[in-house]
């Protein structure tokens, strides 16, 4: 009689746990803040070198993999990041977890999120990314830091779908002999771009988990 109640809620729990974004430090998001061009000297992003990787969960599991970057420029001022942008080439989304397993399927997704229920990559070709402010990484007594060595804290704008929201993460960033180096771990609500697909949580085990995790690697050269 025991076991007859008790693996049911072992299940439940179970599934619970799978629908939760993968841990990671807090984003702020806000609505869009002005623009400012930046100072210094232009570093150049290398589109190789870095690394965009999301994960997205449900409560069957989850699913992981990357975009690409199309180009993107920093500007640097007394070892201080001051602006800079970063554009992200849509149609370049591609899953990895399925390209082993089942190609088939694998496509199937990737033609699932590139279409009108997610990105629309054919109406809207490119993301882009604005840095709106760079400061020194202050967190809170109460804020538990995944990214230990995070030293700044980055804001900007994010265009998705042509929507613009501001959000704000702590990041770890470094300048040296010319080279940028920047990386990142963070959990942003694809809601919040439109992208409202599955997002109820009353659908249950058909959800898609609205928290999507965002992390990246950026190297940049002048």
Known sequence: ?????????????????????????????????????????????????SKLQWI????????TGHFRLQEGKLYVKDKVITGGNIIIRMNSLQNADLAKTDPVLQRKFETELKGPLFFEVEKFPQATFE?????????SVSDEVVMKDANYTI??????????KN??????????????????????DRTLWGMNYRADKSLQDKLINSLVNISFVISAKR
Do not use: W
């Open 1 to 49: 009689m025991f076991m007859r109640y008790i693996i049911p809620l072992l299940l439940i729990v179970l599934l619970s746990a799978c629908e939760q974004a993968p841990k990671a430090d807090k984003a702020t998001i806000t609505e869009a803040h002005p623009v400012k061009e930046g100072e210094g000297n232009t570093y150049v992003v290398d589109t190789v070198a």
């Open 56 to 63: 997205g969960t449900k409560p069957t599991g989850k699913h």
């Open 131 to 139: 840095i709106t402010g760079v400061k020194d990484f202050k967190p």
């Open 155 to 164: 804001q900007g704008n994010l265009t998705i779908k042509n929507i613009t």
């Open 167 to 188: 959000i704000s993460f702590p990041a770890s960033i470094k300048v040296e002999n010319g080279i940028i180096s920047a990386s990142a771990n963070f959990n942003i």
